[in-house]
């Protein structure tokens, strides 16, 4: 609501509402300016991505975040992308629907930003998640011992294995005490 100059009996305050009008007009350009520099710099890093029905893509799953799916001791070393899995459907304008294994615990829509094209020649085989029990804990049974290493701690001699799982890839390997 502007105010009109003239409509109140006092001049002084006719002078007070005219400069909260200004104020409020510069306050609200500024927001503006503001809003549109946060937008134009939000924008500079999203990236265009749309993928359609039967690509191919790989999955990022954060191993902080999905205990569930794989326990490792050193986190950062874990895979980040696991696939590749065929996009089923479009959901909105950033949602899409996977075919995940059966048995799988996990939701099957996911956001673009956790997906990445995938790069390959001819039909991939289909990726495979860690295996996962009804109580949605890793069903991990132990196959060989890779390696032993020893350690001291303390006065103690311990004792590390390096352990690969039934079910997974070598280099799912983890060191257990």
Excluded at 39 to 61: E, N, P, Y
Excluded at 137 to 152: A, C, G, H, M
């Amino acid at each position: 609501m502007v105010y009109e100059l003239g409509s109140a009996l006092c001049g002084e305050l006719d002078e007070q509402m005219a400069a909260r009008d200004e104020l409020l007009s510069k306050l609200k350009q500024h927001l503006i300016t503001a809003n549109n520099r946060m937008k134009q710099q939000a924008d500079s890093k999203c990236r265009d991505v749309c993928f359609q029905v039967g690509d191919w893509v790989l999955l990022r799953i954060q191993p902080y975040r999905q205990k569930t799916l794989f326990c490792r001791s050193s986190q950062k070393l874990s895979h980040r992308f696991y696939g590749p899995f065929q996009v089923a459907a479009k959901h909105g304008n950033v949602a899409y629907r996977l075919t995940l294994p059966e048995g799988t615990r996990i939701h099957p829509v996911f956001h673009v930003s956790l997906l990445k094209p995938w790069v390959g020649e001819g039909e991939p085989d289909i990726g495979q998640l860690p295996p996962l029990r009804n109580n949605g804990e890793l069903k991990l049974q132990p196959t060989t011992v890779l390696e032993v290493r020893w350690r001291t701690h303390g006065t103690k001699r311990v004792a590390d294995l390096l352990v690969q799982w039934e079910e997974l890839n070598i280099e799912d390997a983890t060191l257990e005490e």
